[in-house]
């Protein structure tokens, strides 16, 4: 089954101590990215990647990382978490670049950082 | 920043139309995209327009896009209440990112 996997799916973690959340995905997708949703704000892209080696900058990428050492995966790192990063994650992918192709996205990672 | 700006709540009754508004501020935006999330899920892309289309229809769906006014809107005909959910329109550019606007929570009442 094509899909997209995030882990862990809740995590509840204190100030400082360093996390990572799992994507991958299965389709062979150049194209993944990592978005927040927070109420009122939608959706706001953290950092997307067009391939292998290959990531920009979203809209809010402070107090992020990510790394793409092979294509299935898309780990988002959080080396200090801070409670304004409190959200809810979610991981996408598209087979070629964005613009053309339908994004899949993963069912959410609920983060809280107390 | 660019901005892509909706309102957060819509009613209507089952068997009417929908019409969800949404406006953006990025004249470089190539592709508008409407998505669909239900609760406790992802989101699920119900469609997308070219910016260079006025109007775009699959089924039940219609998508309007007035590039001048940098309008876009979502109508959904004959509204079921398996409709109801947050709907999200969303626009890229030539360089790969996205930009979502807040939601809108369609409510469908019997």
């Known amino acids: 089954e094509a899909q997209v996997t995030q882990n862990p799916r809740y995590l509840i973690t204190v100030t400082g101590k360093k996390l990572t959340v799992t994507c991958s995905q299965n389709?062979?997708?150049?194209?993944m990215s990592w978005y927040r949703q927070d109420p009122g704000l939608g959706l706001r892209q953290i950092y997307y990647s067009m391939n292998v080696e290959v990531t920009d900058k979203g809209d809010v990428p402070e107090g992020y990382k990510v790394s793409r050492k092979e294509k299935r995966n898309f780990p988002l790192i959080l080396e200090s978490p801070s409670p304004n990063q409190t959200s809810l994650y979610f991981c996408?992918?598209?087979?070629?670049?964005?613009?053309?192709?339908?994004?899949?996205f993963g069912p959410g990672t609920r983060l809280t950082v107390l | 920043g660019e901005d892509v700006e909706q309102s957060l709540f819509l009613s209507v009754r089952e068997g009417d139309s929908s019409v969800i508004n949404c406006t953006y501020t990025?004249?470089?935006?190539?592709?508008l995209y409407w998505y669909k999330q239900e609760p406790g899920a992802g989101l699920q892309l119900l469609t997308y327009?070219?910016?260079?289309?006025d109007m775009k229809q699959d089924q039940r769906l219609t998508v309007l896009l007035n590039k001048k006014d940098k309008h876009l809107s979502l109508r959904i005909a004959d509204t079921q209440t398996g409709d109801s959910a947050i709907y999200f329109c969303?626009?890229?550019?030539?360089?790969?990112?996205?930009?979502f606007g807040a939601g809108t929570r369609l409510t469908v009442k019997p």
């Open positions: 996408a992918s598209s087979l070629y670049r964005l613009s053309t192709d339908t994004q899949y």
């Open positions: 990025d004249s470089s935006s190539t592709y």
């Open positions: 969303a626009e890229s550019g030539n360089n790969n990112d996205m930009r």
């Open positions: 389709m062979n997708h150049e194209y």
């Open positions: 327009i070219f910016s260079n289309m």
